[in-house]
């Protein structure tokens, strides 16, 4: 029995996707994704580091020992930079798709 996947065999693994699947996705979809898991993750983050600090200010034992938390705020600040990098990226490629459709409608035919 073959492993290779034959083009009459369904795919039974479909990698998890906000959006309902319609067969397409474009650069939008991937980077409203990102946008969603990064920064549903960073809030969570920021709220352990900040119950973390209320803790200590407290007096109270805190979830994190400094070192962790400095972890996470690390972890934080690198995905929001990776998602802001993202962003730029998409930003440029719409600019220049748009430079180009500009530049094509008012060439002479």
Known sequence: MSNHDT???EETFKPFSWFARS?????DDFLAEAAQ???AGIQLVLQIIEKSNLADEA???P???RGQRGELMRLALTSARLLS???EQHIDWVNDQRYKQRKSQS???
């Open 23 to 27: 067969g397409q996705s474009s650069p």
């Open 37 to 39: 898991d990064i920064g």
């Open 7 to 9: 083009p009459d065999q």
């Open 107 to 109: 060439s002479p035919q």
């Open 63 to 65: 979830l994190l020992h």
């Open 85 to 87: 990098d993202a962003a």
């Open 59 to 61: 007096c109270e034992r």
